[in-house]
């Protein structure tokens, strides 16, 4: 009995966890693209805290819609790069569409001061 006592208790945490980090709010930054677009994006958190591969414009109605990202990258102020993901989803978009960075620099934690590079495609 206590173990499914304590197993209930962990199941709990863990849900209730989850539920936080799902509700945390979304990022809103200012984004400068490799073509010269500037928008202001956001990008909302999915469930446990992991934000979808997209920047929606919070400007209704203004270019560009969202921007759709397959590669990330971080780069610290001295220029060596801390973190980079690539998604399995990202073989033959260039071939598809054409592809612009867009960036901005992490204004807090950890990170702050970094770049944050995102390689994407824009949707009208």
Known sequence: ?????????????????????AEQPARVRELTCSDGTVFTGEQVRNGNGLPPHTWRNVNPGEFPVA????????????????????WDHSQGVDNNKELITCSFIIPI??????????????IP
């Open 1 to 21: 009995m206590k173990k499914i006592m304590a197993s209930l208790a962990g199941l709990g945490l863990l849900l209730s966890s989850s539920i936080v980090t």
């Open 67 to 86: 921007f759709d990202f397959h590669a990330a990258t971080v780069t610290a102020p001295d220029g060596t790069i801390v973190e980079q993901f690539a």
């Open 109 to 122: 934690g950890p990170l702050a001061g970094s770049r944050a590079d995102f390689v994407g495609f824009f």
